[in-house]
């Protein structure tokens, strides 16, 4: 999430969503009585004597919006928020009744509270900290997929097919190869990104040669050895090889994944310092127990209370503990996803 401003003292903070998980901070963020002001489409009716009574022209617009109700729908990254138009900046388009806007990752806004709480702050600044970005290679002498790791959010951007053939066949120039993986590598880097390449030795070097003959790219980049996975598969492989863990040791995602081993070895030894389910979870958390909270991405998909996802977690947040949103495609995501979509580690047992 990119935040442009922040006035804590005002209640107003603008900012633009950039990956599926700041939908969920932006969630927890908008609250009933808030007021969003974001780019919109709306129907003009032109009212000349040429013009079709039942048609329209869809106008860009900037609309302030009071926000009555959000909805997450995290199986197509999109946070939906609904409201009334308070102001506009097209005089055709009306103030009056309800509209609604749906926000994806790019989509920039601005969020205006009467009261900036520091829990408020708090989910802010956790989103802020995504621990680095990376962008994975893994690749072989005839595909390599490309994915981008933020946070604990993996998506993958291109597999790219060399056109070699297996053992045995006719050698192809693999410049073009390595040119498409370079291109999609420098329209997806930032600074900051650490590139991280795997394959076999030959294959790999010749990528990291060009990696860093790159005057933007060649700043950060390692290599992991020891892995001969490639495409798509390999990507999401990569993630929970340890060689690469090493690498991104300071990552979200390895963190998640060092809180789902310790969960699995509490339950294993008996011990009562772990909550699971969302009615076990929110009761930790009003007692002040949770230490670190894990939230799949895919909760809602159980019929769970919306509203009562969005107060548990503020609520651990408010009492000191830290939250972990979980990629449900991923090995990690689906243990949480065991757990009934939501589990903690807490600071003491609560069993009686």
Known sequence: MIVSKFIPKQGTCSLVVEFPDDLWTLRRLISPGDTVVTKSSRVSKREDEFSRPDRGERVKVTIALLVEAAFLDSSVGRLRIRGRITESSDESVSTSGMHSVSITPGYGLTLKKEQWTPVYTSILDSARKTGGRFLLVAMDRREAGVGLLSGSHLAI???????????????????????????????????????????????????????????????????????????????????????????????????????????????????????????????????????????????????????????????????????????????????????????????????Q
């Not at 050698?171 to 390449?197: H, Q």
């Not at 090889?241 to 070895?265: M, P, Y």
């Not at 939250?323 to 600071?347: H, M, N, P």
Request: charged share 25%; proline share 2%; hydrophobic share 40%.
């Open 157 to 351: 951007l291109s597999t790219i097919d060399s056109g070699a053939s297996g053992k045995g066949g006719q050698e192809v120039d693999t410049e073009p190869f390595l040119r498409k993986i370079v291109g999609v590598l420098r329209n997806s880097w930032r600074e900051g990104d650490l590139i991280a390449i795997a394959g076999p030795g030959h294959t790999k070097m010749a990528l990291a040669n060009r990696v860093a003959a790159d005057p933007d790219l060649r700043k950060r980049y390692v290599l992991v050895e020891g892995f001969d996975l490639s495409g798509a598969d390999g990507v999401r492989g990569l993630l929970k090889f340890e060689g690469f863990k090493s690498v991104a040791s300071d990552s979200l995602l390895v963190k998640v994944q060092q809180i789902v081993e310790e969960v699995i070895k509490r339950i294993a030894r008996g011990e009562g310092s772990v909550a699971y389910s969302l009615p076990r979870v929110k009761a930790a958390a009003e007692a002040g127990a949770v230490e670190s909270c894990l939230v799949s991405d895919d909760v809602f998909s159980r019929n769970t209370d919306e509203e009562d996802v969005v107060r548990t977690l503020n609520t651990v947040e408010q009492k000191g503990g830290t939250i972990y949103l979980c990629d449900a495609s991923l090995e990690t995501g689906k243990q949480v996803s065991s757990f009934g979509g939501i589990v903690a580690t807490l600071r003491y047992s609560l069993r």
